[in-house]
């Protein structure tokens, strides 16, 4: 004789969830507190970068027409490497793999 199974109740009804706890004002201003710093570095290194394209590009902007650098160093030393073929002051001899970006890091590989 086989073994009876256990009564199971099948139903198409989900499952009842907990309802909601309540959250208390600490813990909301906590939450939203940190999403405000957040966001508020991010402005900060936004506004940084922003103001070190500026600096970059009056530096740029300041070399007399048909200037090019003497070399890498050079350009590291006004602070502007990397040196884009567009901009002024860049020479092919700057580009040492031909890609249009002289003085760039070297990452060895």
Do not use: K
């Not at 570095?41 to 200037?67: H, K, T």
Request: charged share 20%.
């Amino acid at each position: 004789m086989a073994r009876p199974q256990p009564y199971r109740r099948f139903t198409n009804r989900s499952q009842r969830r907990p309802a909601p706890t309540a959250e208390t004002t600490l813990q909301t201003a906590g939450r939203y507190g940190l999403i405000a710093v957040a966001s508020g570095l991010g402005v900060a290194f936004g506004a940084n970068a922003l103001e070190a394209a500026q600096e970059r590009q009056a530096i740029l902007d300041a070399l007399p027409a048909g200037y090019t650098y003497s070399g890498c160093s050079e350009v590291r030393a006004a602070g502007v490497a990397p040196l884009y073929r567009h901009e002024p002051g860049f020479s092919e001899r700057l580009d040492g793999d031909g890609d249009g970006i002289g003085c760039e890091p070297y990452r060895g590989r």
